[in-house]
């Protein structure tokens, strides 16, 4: 697990670690024992519903998911070695590339959208007007409309501040593109009501207590103090709500 941690922290938003409880214990125990062990404030997740399906009857187990959905390696961790990273990087540059066999006329296509140019992207499309730029066009259609729910999720369980930025980068990628302009607009619009100044706040200063406590000693007293402190601060918030949970999972003991 440290060594997964340090591979999210290393590659930040080009991976997503996932961290999968399979003992059957509670959130609140795999929660409390990643905290106290220091594993939290970064954006790995922690989970029991398990993505794929387990190969083998011990633990730990390590699996690769690639870009396209399709394991790439999977099983005991200690008998990957550096291949393991390697195989990450060479999924982090697929990622930023036209997929193999694009063809030459799609690529200016994917260019664009890789940079965020979704609107550029979808005229390159029409420009060609091939079966496989149609194809391609409504992939990108479809993973901005996967990046407009993603920006939903965000606002909707209390991190405006990673909204306002998302949202931000899609505004100016969509324009002129009426029916995806309409979505990320109503999702800024929500960013931008005056509800959602207190949850602004409450995220900006709970996410300062977790960076200040996570590699420390996390559930030192005067620790659970504070974040009880920020619940009452921010009544009503999700990050205040997140602040509470921790003060809660301070009193579990892990066996």
Known sequence: ??????????????????????????????????????????NAIWTDERPIPTVGTGLPETALIGIDGKVIMQGYPGDFGKKFETAVEAEIKKAKSPPAGTPEALKPAWTAFL??????????CDKVGSDEAKAAHEEFVSKTKRQVARLKWLIDFGYPSEAEKIAGDLTKGVKGTADLEKLVADQSARINAPDMAAEKEAEKAVANFVKEVAKKKPFDPANVKKAESLDKKFPNTKSGGRASHFAELSKFKNT
């Open 115 to 124: 940079k965020g140019d979704v609107t550029g992207a979808l005229a390159e």
């Open 1 to 42: 697990m440290p060594a997964s941690i340090k591979l999210q922290e290393k590659y930040g938003d080009d991976i997503q670690v996932i961290f999968v409880e399979s003992q059957g214990h509670s959130r609140e125990d795999y929660e409390s024992f990643a905290w106290r062990y220091k594993w939290m404030g970064n």
